[in-house]
């Protein structure tokens, strides 16, 4: 996970990673083509200007769009319908994308329109690298997509001179961005407009980042609640390997496995460790709930690889010379596992919720109700609980899925729509919120190791490490204090990755 940090550079033209996604949507790597990506570029496009020449039917070349495609667009106009299109779909509204999603989409058109099947000039994708490259971020509405069209509109615009954009954090009418960046505007041609804002490219873009934000975070979840797991002193019989054997799923071993390595030379589990036959089910459960977790992601991940080497262009310029009109556009695979991550990261949350609560609760923890010194006058973890409760219910109502919806549009051409959109856009915030979940658990377990541990008595060597990372910047709660920063940092702990890359210096890789 941790490698995405470490490209510079992605080269086009082969298989994409997801990890490739990343770096270049949240670590500034440059993007290049190699010769395979220019070469299938180029060939492709000769197949679309022959078709014009050869005055054939295609959609959205020489027909109009949607329910317009019975009218042929004349020969005269047909330049001018690429760019007109472009101005009308720019239909999302409200706040902007931040700039991570916008580069995510930027690079997804890439590869989408660079894998041969679309038709475009290599002049165009030349240009929307640029803006990657150059750090140029078309100023990209988040809402008001069924799966396709709106947003990457938003991003065509900048490529005309027109729209707006950011340069170097200045919010500029487009022309002037690409002034200030050195470079120029480009006219689209036969096909361009159509390309540009076909596919799903921005779901596929946005389910990325959620789906690699998860992994990361189910990952860490098994840091988390082995921390909680040791200042509680929970018994590890319930992650024994005999139990996991009866049990066909492989995603809840390899939860208990990290579990084991985490805790194996911890002393406050050999003194404190398994005094209850039963611990409760939020720490009893944890490979089972994580695994579950881990699947479902497992499966997020796969599925938007998929996506990321796809072409899903309409029509489709193929090899034989043929456009082929279909539907590779639709967000189903993405949407589905979407509304899937927003599930599982539900799951995640709410047996890490729970787990925070028992540390906090006096009756079953053995610990200083709340976690500090004079209760009463103390409120101390009280309402970081009541927090993450609130956070819990917000997630609740995000994790209703998008992909069942489905409002007719376009006159009945479109009887059908997928919502992958809203359902990528979602699943982002969705990991957000359990996100800060976890980091509430992770802060709550800090000061109840240290609540717990004496000298003869200390903590494993991952849990000492983590907890050490904790207070560079949350630091112990004698008395009351200003606690906001210190949740914020332990969220920033889960979401760089950092939690996970501290266990993994010490027990391998995680998955």
Same mark, same amino acid.
């Given at each position: 996970m941790n490698r995405a940090s470490s490209i510079k550079e992605v080269c086009l033209g082969g298989e994409v990673r997801l990890c490739e996604l990343i770096a270049v949507a949240r670590y500034g790597a440059k993007v290049s083509f190699n010769d395979t990506y220019k070469k299938r570029v180029m060939e492709c496009r000769k197949l679309v200007e022959n078709l014009v020449k050869e005055n054939r039917r295609i959609y959205g070349v020489t027909t109009g769009l949607g329910d317009n495609v019975k009218r042929v667009i004349p020969e005269k106009d047909a330049i001018k319908y690429q760019e007109n299109m472009i101005l009308t779909h720019c239909t999302n509204v409200g706040e902007p994308l931040d700039r991570e999603a916008v580069r995510a989409i930027i690079f997804v058109m890439l590869l989408n329109m660079g894998s041969g099947y679309s038709g475009v000039r290599l002049e165009i994708l030349e240009h929307l690298a640029e803006f990657l490259n150059k750090n140029i971020i078309p100023w990209t509405p988040a809402h008001g997509s069924v799966g396709y069209l709106g947003a990457e509109a938003h991003i065509a615009m900048v490529l005309l001179g027109k729209g707006r954009a950011y340069y170097n954090g200045e919010l500029l /009418?487009? @022309?002037?961005?690409?002034?200030?960046?050195? %470079? %120029?505007?480009?006219? #689209? &041609?036969?096909?361009?407009?159509?390309?540009?804002?076909?596919?799903? %490219?921005?779901a596929t873009a946005l389910a990325a980042l959620a789906a690699y934000d998860a992994a990361n975070l189910t990952a860490t979840a098994d840091v988390v609640a082995s921390c909680t797991l040791e200042a509680l002193g929970g018994n590890l019989t319930a992650f024994d390997e005999r139990i996991m054997g009866v049990k066909h799923q492989p995603e809840q071993w390899i939860s208990a496995q990290h579990v084991n390595k985490i805790l194996k030379d911890s002393a406050v589990i050999k003194e404190f460790g398994g005094q209850n036959l039963q611990d409760a089910l939020s720490l009893r459960c944890i490979p089972q709930a994580h695994g579950a977790v881990r699947k479902t992601v497992s499966d997020a991940l796969r599925a938007v690889e998929n996506e990321l080497n796809?072409? *899903? /262009?309409? #029509?489709?310029?193929? #090899?034989?010379?043929?456009?082929?009109?279909?539907?590779?556009?639709?967000?189903?695979?993405?949407? !589905?596992? &979407? *509304? &899937? !991550?927003?599930? @599982?990261?539900?799951?995640?949350?709410? !047996? &890490?919720? $729970? $787990?925070t609560d028992r540390m906090l609760n006096e009756h079953v923890s053995g610990l200083p109700p709340f976690l500090v010194a004079s209760a009463g006058e103390n409120s101390g973890y009280m309402i970081l609980q009541y927090s993450s409760a609130a956070l819990l219910g917000e997630l609740r109502v995000l994790a209703h899925p998008a992909s069942v919806d489905s409002v007719p549009t376009c006159a009945f051409q479109e009887d059908y729509v997928s919502m992958g959109y809203n359902a990528a856009l979602k699943a982002r915030q969705v990991v957000r919120l359990a996100e800060y979940i976890l980091g509430n658990e992770l802060l709550t377990a800090a000061q109840a190791a240290e609540l717990r541990i004496h000298k003869e008595c200390l903590l494993s060597s991952v849990t000492a490490a983590v907890n050490k990372a904790v207070r560079e910047k949350a630091p112990f709660m004698e008395n009351d204090h200003y606690i906001s920063p210190d949740m914020e940092w332990a969220m920033e702990l889960v979401h760089s990755g950092r939690v996970r890359a501290i266990a993994e210096e010490q027990i391998g890789l995680m998955s």
């Open positions: /009418d487009g @022309a002037e961005a690409l002034k200030c960046a050195g %470079t %120029t505007a480009i006219n #689209p &041609s036969y096909k361009e407009g159509l390309s540009l804002i076909s596919g799903g %490219t921005s796809s072409c *899903d /262009d309409n #029509p489709i310029i193929h #090899p034989s010379g043929e456009a082929l009109s279909g539907c590779n556009c639709d967000a189903g695979f993405i949407g !589905i596992e &979407s *509304d &899937s !991550i927003c599930i @599982a990261m539900g799951y995640l949350a709410k !047996i &890490s919720e $729970r $787990r």
